[in-house]
Nanobody
């Protein structure tokens, strides 16, 4: 699976962005999808994940209620809608794919990664 993330940019605190991650190469619906981020000087951290059928989602506490993960299997795309952005959300955001739901919060459990898209939130 090849993953291409897009949608990052510069936004003021309180603003919104929508990230997209388009997959190609394999059957998209076979994969659970996750978003991770890596801020300046920080380790990569889990943000959100969605099951292949989009019936199950999971978020890290710091983004729950502000971010929404969704997917369109017909378009082979997963989205991350980010609202009420905060300066601490500044990071490179990565999408990733794995074949099972188990371990979706652990980066080393994922099989495929996109190249990352930079989100910068100014105060």
């Amino acid at each position: 699976v090849q993953l291409q993330a897009s949608g990052g940019g510069l936004v003021q605190a309180g603003g919104s962005l929508r990230l997209s991650c388009e997959a190609s190469g394999r059957t998209f619906r076979d994969y659970s999808m996750g978003w991770f981020r890596q801020g300046p000087g920080k380790e990569r951290e889990f943000v959100a994940a969605i099951y292949w059928s989009d019936s199950i989602t999971y978020y890290t506490n710091s983004v729950r209620g502000r971010f929404t993960i969704s997917r369109d299997n017909a378009k082979n795309t997963v989205y991350l809608q980010m609202n009420n952005l905060k300066p601490e959300d500044t990071a490179v955001y990565y999408c990733a794919a794995k074949t099972t739901w188990s371990g979706v919060t652990r980066a080393n459990e994922y099989d495929y990664w996109g190249q990352g898209t930079l989100v910068t939130v100014s105060s």
